[in-house]
């Protein structure tokens, strides 16, 4: 439906081509919208019926309403290639005053599609399509931007290889600095600096590509401080998402080619397109 509306709005001799040297990236996400009962979907719908909370006035810890429905989304938008190096990204302590941090490139000609009706693989088919329309012959790099929702990259992967697109998919970096701090809590006290310093020295090994040295390491680290099972849950789920995704991990290959690292624009549609738009009233 999204691109129907598009393409009936703009004629598509108005609309942006990939230019020479820019890079094309596509980004898809989701967001919860919470929704009258009867508009749930209905795996949804009977998990609200069969929910039994302790309290009327709220939630408890762990309960879920079942009451939100999700919507997909997807972004389209070009890039001028800016090559970075890790420290353009992150500097340890202390940072060096004599380095001038490189801004990550920009985008241009964005366009967005969402909807709560289409399913997720119905909604990224249509990302390709404006993609391969923005550049029909694959002559430049294609790019996607993810947070670690394996269904979501398995459908863009699919869906470009059937395409014969050679599609270059990462992880989200401020979602990897997330897991990095909530793994930092397990070992130092809440508000201490040098918290700080540890997520910036393991995230610089990150964006050097070594998430799988970081992953072992807070491993040996818990184990060392002999943290029990549940004082080391965030550093094990750190662990895991590391290993789980260290194939969207390679972020010196999208440094070192001008690429972005972070979901920003997809980020900014789900919250004003999403959440300021259609999750107003429920």
Same mark, same amino acid.
């Given at each position: 439906?999204?691109?129907?509306?598009?393409?009936?709005?703009?004629? $598509?001799?108005?609309?942006?081509?990939?230019?020479?040297?820019?890079?094309?990236?596509?980004?898809?996400?989701?967001? =919860?919208?919470?929704?009258?009962?009867?508009?749930?979907?209905?795996?949804?719908?009977?998990?609200?019926?069969?929910?039994?909370?302790?309290?009327?006035?709220?939630?408890?810890? %762990?309960?879920?309403?079942?009451?939100?429905?999700?919507?997909?989304? =997807?972004?389209?938008?070009?890039?001028?290639?800016?090559?970075?190096?890790?420290? $353009?990204?992150?500097?340890?302590?202390?940072?060096?005053?004599?380095?001038?941090?490189?801004?990550?490139?920009?985008? @241009?000609?964005?366009?967005?599609?969402?909807? @709560?009706?289409?399913?997720? %693989?119905?909604?990224?088919?249509?990302?390709?399509?404006?993609?391969?329309?923005?550049?029909?012959?694959?002559?430049?790099?294609?790019?996607?931007?993810?947070?670690?929702?394996?269904?979501?990259?398995?459908?863009?992967?699919?869906?470009?290889?059937?395409? =014969?697109?050679?599609?270059?998919?990462?992880?989200?970096?401020?979602? @990897?600095?997330? +897991?990095?701090?909530?793994?930092?809590?397990?070992? /130092?006290?809440?508000?201490?600096?040098?918290?700080? &310093?540890?997520?910036?020295?393991?995230?610089?090994?990150?964006?050097?590509?070594?998430?799988?040295? @970081?992953?072992?390491?807070?491993?040996?680290?818990? &184990?060392?401080?002999?943290?029990?099972?549940?004082?080391?849950?965030?550093?094990?789920?750190?662990?895991?998402? /590391?290993?789980?995704?260290?194939? +969207?991990?390679? +972020?010196?290959?999208?440094?070192?080619? =001008?690429?972005?690292?972070?979901? %920003?624009?997809?980020? %900014?549609?789900?919250?004003?397109?999403?959440? $300021?738009?259609?999750?107003?009233?429920?």
């Amino acid at each position: 439906m999204g691109s129907f509306i598009v393409d009936r709005f703009y004629p $598509d001799s108005t609309r942006p081509k990939v230019t020479t040297d820019q890079a094309l990236i596509l980004s898809v996400d989701g967001k =919860g919208i919470v929704m009258r009962t009867k508009d749930l979907r209905p795996s949804t719908a009977a998990k609200r019926a069969k929910a039994n909370h302790k309290l009327q006035s709220r939630l408890s810890p %762990g309960e879920k309403s079942h009451q939100k429905r999700m919507a997909e989304v =997807g972004a389209v938008y070009g890039i001028d290639p800016v090559v970075r190096v890790a420290r $353009d990204i992150l500097q340890a302590k202390p940072a060096d005053p004599t380095w001038t941090k490189k801004a990550g490139p920009k985008a @241009v000609n964005k366009w967005l599609v969402a909807s @709560v009706a289409d399913s997720m %693989g119905d909604v990224i088919y249509q990302v390709l399509e404006e993609a391969e329309r923005r550049d029909p012959q694959h002559e430049h790099p294609w790019v996607a931007l993810v947070d670690g929702n394996h269904a979501q990259s398995t459908h863009l992967q699919e869906e470009a290889s059937a395409r =014969g697109i050679d599609l270059q998919v990462f992880l989200d970096f401020i979602h @990897v600095l997330e +897991y990095l701090w909530k793994a930092a809590w397990c070992f /130092f006290p809440t508000g201490d600096p040098e918290a700080e &310093t540890w997520v910036l020295k393991q995230g610089l090994e990150v964006l050097q590509g070594k998430s799988s040295q @970081v992953a072992a390491a807070i491993g040996r680290k818990a &184990t060392a401080n002999e943290l029990a099972p549940g004082q080391r849950k965030a550093v094990d789920q750190c662990a895991q998402y /590391f290993l789980k995704n260290r194939q +969207y991990l390679h +972020y010196p290959q999208a440094l070192e080619q =001008g690429w972005p690292i972070a979901t %920003g624009i997809i980020e %900014g549609a789900c919250r004003h397109l999403i959440k $300021d738009r259609f999750d107003i009233t429920g």
